[in-house]
């Protein structure tokens, strides 16, 4: 359908699209390439079903500084007000990544500026996740670093841009027992709210062994550690590592994979409600 950095010199049309489309409300779909555009810091894009693309928004356009964002490395959601939010994991008015909303035609509006709460970034650093709109119309979404133990966070963000961190982790020491790191990078796999109405997802370190989390966070706040894994040993057959999140099947369970781990270093595994 299309080759990026087609459109030469400058690869004004994008370079490394790291996540998943999304299929809007108008049947077009909607994504992000990681760097290129036309200052080579990333762009919001529009390609048809037939395959015609247009850039919608070319990254560090407000100079100097950028603090419109660089390296969109998420993918974007659509919202119930039909515009587009989505994360840049640098860049913005501290350089440590923005949340934005765009709109179809490719107005921009940054809403928050990770580590402007300073010193510290307690507000967190690096988002790497796509965000979610839960039923009570906020978004959720997490930083890969920052909070206040620099392992990183789970925050909520109104529509009109005011932040809350819900949770820091390694908050509980020592050891990190609540997890560290939560990624999801890229794909679909950001926080999942589930049919009682509380969010869940994953960490890629930490844990009571040191290999990662399941996690289930309130929307007020409250982190409850689901599952450690390499709880099984030797071997760690229960899985290391995992790196994408979690997904609510029709049994109400969840159900991921972790990136090593078990005895041909590949595993699935799930955590129950």
Do not use: R, W
Not at 79 to 85: E, H, L, N, R, W
């Amino acid at each position: 359908m299309h080759s990026f950095c087609s459109v030469v010199p400058g690869c004004t049309d994008g370079e490394y699209p790291h996540a998943s489309l999304v299929q809007a409300t108008d049947g077009n779909l909607y994504g992000a390439t990681y760097e290129g555009g036309a200052n080579e810091f990333g762009t919001v894009f529009k390609i048809t079903p037939s395959g015609t693309l247009t850039t919608l928004y070319s990254f560090c356009s407000v100079v100097p500084g950028c603090t419109d964002g660089e390296y969109p490395l998420a993918g974007l959601i659509q919202a119930t007000d039909g515009d587009f939010y989505g994360t840049t994991y640098g860049g913005g008015a501290s350089g440590f990544g923005t949340v934005f909303k765009i709109t179809p035609s490719g107005t921009l509006t940054t809403l928050h500026s990770f580590c402007s709460v300073v010193p510290g970034c307690t507000d967190g650093e690096y988002p790497k996740a796509v965000l979610l709109q839960a039923t009570d119309g906020n978004f959720y979404g997490t930083t890969y670093k920052g909070g206040t133990s620099g392992y990183g966070t789970v925050f909520e963000l109104t529509p009109s841009g005011t932040l809350t961190t819900l949770h820091s982790f390694c908050s509980v020491v020592p050891g990190c027992t609540d997890g560290e790191y939560p990624q999801t990078p890229g794909g679909p796999e950001g926080l999942v709210q589930a049919t009682n109405g509380n969010l869940y997802g994953t960490t890629v370190d930490g844990g009571a062994n040191g290999y990662g989390t399941v996690f289930e966070i309130t929307p007020s706040g409250t982190l409850t550690t689901l599952y450690s894994f390499c709880s099984l040993v030797p071997g760690c057959t229960d899985g290391e590592y995992p790196y994408t999140g979690l997904v609510q099947a029709t049994d109400g369970d969840f159900y991921g994979t972790t990136y090593g781990g078990s005895a041909a270093n590949l595993a699935q595994s799930s955590a129950c409600m």
